[in-house]
């Protein structure tokens, strides 16, 4: 079991930067691929970014490549996701999500966090 809980939301004008992070506890959260995912009023939920257990691979949806960047410290247990650039259309729920690999991200073996608001005014 992994417990998520991210923080870091609120409000930011078009183009200003806000950084998520997402801590977990429970079992052994540097053997986990850890992603972010967003959704918007609605909408369906999104994936946003991935990364692997090691940080060696990460994977960004076309919509946040050169403007959002993940990260993570498996020393401190967090994953950060640094945006930059913010776009009115980011503004959305974000989720942090670990799981076995990124691709299997979302799907039924999906521990979740709780979401954190992200609203860019513009």
């Known amino acids: 079991q992994v417990q998520l809980v991210e923080s870091g939301g609120g409000l930011v004008q078009a183009g200003g930067s806000l950084r998520l992070s997402c801590a977990a506890s429970?079992?052994?959260?540097?053997?986990?691929?850890v992603g972010w995912f967003r959704q918007a009023p609605g909408k369906e939920r999104e994936f946003v970014v991935g990364?692997?257990?090691?940080?060696?691979?990460?994977y960004y949806a076309d919509s946040v490549k050169g403007r959002f960047t993940i990260s993570r410290d498996n020393a401190k247990n967090t994953v950060n996701l640094q945006m930059n650039s913010l776009k009115p259309e980011d503004t959305a729920v974000y989720y942090c999500?670990?799981?076995?690999?990124?691709?299997?991200?979302?799907?039924?073996?999906?521990?979740w966090g709780q979401g954190t608001q992200v609203t860019v005014s513009s």
């Open positions: 990364i692997s257990w090691s940080g060696g691979s990460k």
């Open positions: 429970g079992r052994t959260f540097s053997r986990y691929a």
């Open positions: 999500a670990a799981g076995e690999r990124v691709s299997g991200l979302g799907g039924p073996l999906t521990y």
